[in-house]
């Protein structure tokens, strides 16, 4: 490795080291209809008001919307703006006219014309107040006060004997942008009394003060002494209590304090040209200068020697004109020819070094005192910065190797400094690069990533990390003891940081993730069963509570201890899960880095977070890039990418503003919120909405719904759009959350879309009528039609039954008229008038039942005991028959359709019986139950060939079968299985006997 030579020089040298505020700048650009602004004023609704050379704009934080010729303004130059009781603007132009905004519409006072001829006389005015009845309080050029009533009535109010003197008034209590008790002197914005005590004071030119209090109608003055009075250039008052308070004044350059307790320190400050003075809320007081001389912060600094006067210039380059706070403690700058200037937190110093034409950035910050700091900038610069007086001192180093400093540390005790370049002696100012300090005989010190302090008990400790190695040392003994913590043989880990944990282990950190060194000395991966621990890690730190917290980039923080572990993200609230760094001031508060911004940290021992708040530019902050955080005496510090910041740590903001409905449209037309009135049926709707937060810079998070049962729906946007929306109640409701991340209160728009006609609660109940109307006529239809077709139907079916009887009727007529004939030619005339009159009797009862169709069991019985008997005269002894009735039937109730197994009884006397020549025998058998009736008719005749079918055996088998279809067509059994017809097999093999099974539905009456 090359030899390095070096030197230290520590010069004095004037750098400019610019103080100042951080602004954000509006021009032209933005909407601001002038590059050239005279005032700004906040309305009680938030929104600011600038008054320029070409109209008026108003801004909500967004965008500026002007107002000019096409509302009314005839004259665009606008001096003075000024709210009254009622929430009426009035605004005083250049021609020394006045104009009230009401509606959108510029409305001219009545009696402009006086107030012309006034400014003729004395060539300026300034409104600086409208009374609750209309009255306009104006001051002019020569300390006069008049005002003007509706009538056009004019008074004096100055009613001083000494037209020397000087009035100013401070309102009790008054209100400038929201803060109490400004003052300022007769050409510039001032509340004036509404009804209250004002003070009034006479300032002689040596800067003395006299105040009395009295009421409003009994203004007067007290002579000025003998000496010449000068008027001033600018006043500004800072109250104290209701009779005394601090007074600036600023004469020919010459500045003027007067404290409340009567002591006066002047400071020449050389400009004479100064605009405008109003107090800082907390310390001094800010003045407003032309010619391009900015803005001053005046305030006075306590000293061993006494008191003197610090002035801290912004906005170089830059000519005021007007200055104020709005509600929220933001500093707003009118220039004369840049536009407008913001800073959200004036209370913020920002500490920027300019190396020629260039601003420096710092990467490293070290505080040495409550006045010093080194800080470490990207121009391979080391600056020793004096905080009082701006003054700087810088080390510059001449050697090979030139590296940005990354990593600073200030040892008091022993006055050494160390960088990541080496080590500086501060009492022999002797600088030593680490190659000369570190004795390595097998491989040099490479290009240092990672310098940091741990604090041991009661001594410190050192850690220095190049990519592949790492050393530590003890600070006491001076680095004459350095030990290395592992060899090259890790040279693939990348290393970026090192450490140890609450177990005094050695943990490395690097680019993949975590590595714990083990009991032989080897460093391992390790999660320690943390997944954010497999990612980067940028830095690892003991805290004061002995705990161990890790920073990542990517996933945030792991706190370790003995107690328990956690993560912390930006779901906690954490500015941003990249971290570049940490550090814990002396009261325990730890404070995270990242180039999103800052965030202050309390744990628990348990890690546990007892709170978590962040800071970005939206808090006051020069820039979002913070490179590193330190602190004295708990005063925090930052090296950020706009400077080295004095922070101040805000308020929590724990209101946020709730969004304004800015405008509805429907269905392309625009609506106001006030008065809704929709049309019936589907809408097209807009909503936009607006929250007025100047901090946010336009940045504002917004959350809607419609219904208060709908999830949140989250959005950046200030327009949500509902398509087709049907018709119904709906809650639209909106919130805005603040930099704190506060949400506010719904902002709530109800809306109500009537329904169409046909979409109303009795058109659908009329509707619903109408269907069951409907459809109970069909049902009424459908069922007239089905007991129509019934009826029908039955009557076919009696008909059907009626044929089928009247063919089975004739047959068996027949049948029977052959057997009285056979009686008759057998001369055997006895039996066959016996015979005809049991016929007579069968037909009668055939014929009864023919007309009902129906009869009961019992007399079908009875008619098969006449046709048996009438059958066995007619075959003599060639069979016998039996008729059994199960006597559990009830005969006499039980209905069936007649003639019905008679057929059957037929089949098995002329067929069965057939080659029988003697002891044949028939038997009917009644059994089953009345829904159903098993009648079974059994012969012990010839039997029959069972491939036959069954509708071949006779016309009676075959009309008994259909009257049984008809019968059991509703049946859920197959009509087949209700006639069973089976012949039994002899010893020879032949058929002998049949018998047939009739199933025979009972009918209900």
């Known amino acids: 490795m090359a030899i390095a030579f070096f030197s230290l020089l520590a010069t004095n040298e004037l750098r400019a080291q610019l103080t100042q505020p951080f602004f954000h700048h509006y021009s032209t650009a933005n909407g601001l209809p002038s590059s050239e602004t005279y005032c700004v004023t906040q309305d009680r609704d938030g929104y600011l008001w600038f008054g320029t050379d070409n109209g008026v704009a108003r801004f909500d934080g967004y965008e500026f919307k002007t107002y000019g010729l096409a509302e009314g303004l005839t004259d665009v130059v606008v001096f003075n703006v000024v709210e009254d009781s009622h929430g009426r603007l009035w605004f005083l132009t250049f021609s020394g006219r006045v104009f009230y905004l009401e509606n959108g519409r510029f409305i001219p006072f009545a009696h402009n014309e006086s107030l012309v001829e006034i400014k003729h006389r004395v060539k300026y005015l300034n409104l600086i107040d409208v009374t609750a009845d209309g009255t306009l309080v104006i001051t002019t050029m020569r300390t006069r006060i008049y005002s003007i009533n509706q009538n056009g009535e004019i008074t004096n109010l100055d009613k001083s004997p000494n037209p020397g003197s000087l009035i100013y008034y401070r309102n009790l209590p008054g209100q400038q942008f929201g803060r109490q008790g400004y003052v300022h002197n007769f050409n510039n914005y001032s509340p004036a009394l509404r009804g209250e005590n004002m003070d009034i004071s006479i300032l002689k030119n040596d800067g003395s003060i006299s105040t009395n209090v009295l009421p409003n109608d009994q203004i007067r003055f007290k002579n000025i002494d003998d000496q010449p009075f000068y008027s001033p250039n600018y006043l500004a008052y800072r109250p104290v209590d209701d009779l005394t308070g601090e007074v600036l004044n600023i004469i020919d350059g010459q500045i003027y304090y007067h404290s409340a307790s009567n002591e006066i320190t002047t400071y020449q400050h050389g400009h004479s040209l100064s605009n405008y003075a109003i107090p800082h809320p907390e310390k001094g007081f800010w003045v407003a200068l032309g010619r391009g001389l900015g803005l001053l912060h005046v305030y006075l600094v306590d000293k061993p020697t006494g008191k003197v006067i610090q002035i801290d210039r912004s906005l170089s380059g830059v000519s005021v004109n007007h200055i104020g706070y709005d509600e929220e403690g933001g500093l707003w700058v009118c220039s004369q020819d840049r536009g407008v200037f913001y800073s959200p937190n004036p209370n913020l110093n920002t500490y920027a070094f300019q190396n020629g034409d260039n601003i420096s950035v710092p990467v490293a910050l070290q505080l040495l005192d409550g006045d010093h700091y080194l800080a470490s900038y990207d121009s391979r610069e080391i600056i020793n910065h004096t905080i009082r007086d701006g003054s700087t001192r810088k080390l510059k180093l001449i050697f090979q190797k030139v590296t940005t400093a990354y990593d600073l540390h200030y ?14 002696d501060n009492q022999n100012q002797h600088f030593t690069s680490f190659d000369k300090l570190i004795d390595i005989t097998e491989s040099g010190i490479g290009y240092v990533t990672y310098l940091k302090r741990y604090q041991k008990d009661a001594h410190s400790r050192y850690f220095i ?26 040279r693939q880990h990348s290393v970026k940081c090192f450490g140890q944990d609450y ?10 993730g975590l590595y714990v060194q083990g009991p032989e000395g080897q460093f391992v991966a390790d999660d320690l069963g943390i997944p954010a621990l497999n990612t980067r890690i940028s830095s690892i730190d003991q805290l004061l509570n002995g705990g161990t917290l890790i920073a990542t980039r990517g996933a945030g923080l792991v706190y370790l201890s003995a107690r328990g572990k956690n993560t912390i993200s930006e779901e906690d609230g954490l500015v941003s899960n990249i971290v570049r760094g940490i550090h814990q001031a002396d009261n325990g508060d730890i404070w995270i880095n990242s180039l999103s911004g800052l965030s202050k940290l309390r744990l628990a021992l348990n890690g546990d977070i007892e709170e978590l708040r962040s800071f970005t530019t939206h808090h006051g902050l020069a820039s979002n890039e913070i490179h590193d955080v330190d602190s004295y005496n708990n005063d925090i510090w930052l090296a950020s990418g706009g400077g080295v910041i004095d922070f101040e740590e805000v308020p929590l903001n724990t209101v946020s503003n709730p969004p304004i409905i800015t405008s509805l449209t429907v269905d392309g037309d625009v609506i106001s919120p006030d008065s809704l009135d929709f049309s019936q049926g589907q809408h097209d709707l807009k909503i936009s909405f607006n929250t007025i937060n100047y901090q946010m810079l336009g940045k504002i998070p917004y959350r809607y719904r419609l219904t208060s049962t709908d999830e949140w729906e989250y959005t950046n946007s200030r327009t949500v759009e509902y398509p087709n929306l049907s018709s119904g109640d709906y809650r639209f409701e909106v919130q805005s959350r603040n930099q704190d991340r506060i949400w506010s209160e719904s902002n709530i728009l109800l809306l109500s879309i009537p329904y169409q006609w046909y979409n109303r609660w009795y058109f659908y109940l009329l509707g619903v009528l109408t269907i069951v109307v409907i459809v109970a006529g069909i049902f009424k239809l459908r069922e007239q039609q089905r007991i129509q077709k019934q009826k029908i139907q039955d009557q076919i079916d009696d008909l059907e039954r009626a044929a089928v009887q009247a063919q089975m009727n004739p047959h068996f007529v027949f049948n029977s008229l052959n057997s009285i004939q056979y009686f008759i030619l057998q001369n055997d005339t006895k039996q066959a008038v016996y015979y005809l009159s049991r016929f007579a009797s069968l037909i009668r009862q055939t014929l009864r039942a023919s007309v009902k169709g129906i009869h ?11 046709y048996l008997s009438l059958e066995k005269l007619r075959f003599k002894e060639i069979f016998d028959y039996q008729i059994e009735l199960n006597p559990d039937l009830p005969a006499a109730t039980i209905k069936i359709p007649p003639m019905l197994v008679q057929p059957f009884v037929e089949n098995a006397i002329l067929h069965g019986l057939a080659e029988v020549d003697t002891g044949g025998l028939v038997t009917v058998t009644f059994s089953g139950s009345p829904q159903e009736i098993v009648a079974t008719v059994v012969d012990n005749g010839c039997g029959f060939d069972p491939a036959a079918s069954i509708t071949s055996d006779s016309m009676g088998s075959r009309i008994t079968q259909r009257r049984l279809q008809k019968m059991g067509h509703n049946c859920s059994d197959p009509v087949p299985e209700r006639i069973s017809i089976i012949s039994s097999t002899g010893e020879d093999g032949r058929p ?14």
């Not at 040892?411 to 370049?421: G, V």
């Open 411 to 424: 040892d008091h005790e022993n006055q050494l400094t160390y960088t990541t370049n080496g080590l500086y």
């Open 465 to 490: 990390c190049d990519s592949n190695n790492a050393w530590y040392f003890d600070a006491a003994a001076n680095m004459g003891s350095i030990h290395k913590v592992f060899d090259d043989s890790t």
């Open 503 to 512: 177990q005094n282990r050695f943990l490395m950190g690097t680019l993949e």
């Open 856 to 866: 009961s069991l019992k007399d079908e019985v009875n008619m098969l005991e006449i």
């Open 992 to 1005: 002998h006997g049949t018998t047939v099974t009739l199933i025979i539905p009972g009918i209900n009456q």
